[in-house]
């Protein structure tokens, strides 16, 4: 009977061993999500812009009712090193910040840049923020995921 019970303690342990055995054990740290150019990608008919480049692809259509567009010829994307995806295009009046989940980008941020629209706007990396240029007016903004600075 001891015998059983010591054989099942140690089959038990060793099962147990096991198992925490098979679960994650890998963490990579310090990584760095800049994607330091910006995207300029043209949505296609349903309103999905496709980055070949990045590997992403979503549907602006909801960006779009939000700034009271109809439609954009080209929408500007760029990451920062947080893993935040900035968006805008010429005509917005904001730009959107988004947080990657599982299958979706979660809006993170919707920063006010102007009240007359974008003219022409260029996404830049400056190290710790994002740096947005009105090319029709000369105006720049610096934005992070948590609004201007």
Known sequence: MVKNYITTLFISAALMLSVAACGPSLVITDVN???PVESVVSP??????????YAISFSITSILEEENIASTDEVRLIRNRSGYYFVTAAGFNHIYVFKPASGELELENK???TTDGLGQPAL???GDHIEVVDRATGQTYRVTEEGRS
Do not use: M
Not at 44 to 53: P, Q, S, W
């Open 33 to 35: 999500y800049t994607q």
């Open 44 to 53: 296609d008919a349903d309103n999905v812009i496709n980055d070949r480049r």
């Open 111 to 113: 920063i006010e840049l």
């Open 124 to 126: 830049n990396q400056r």
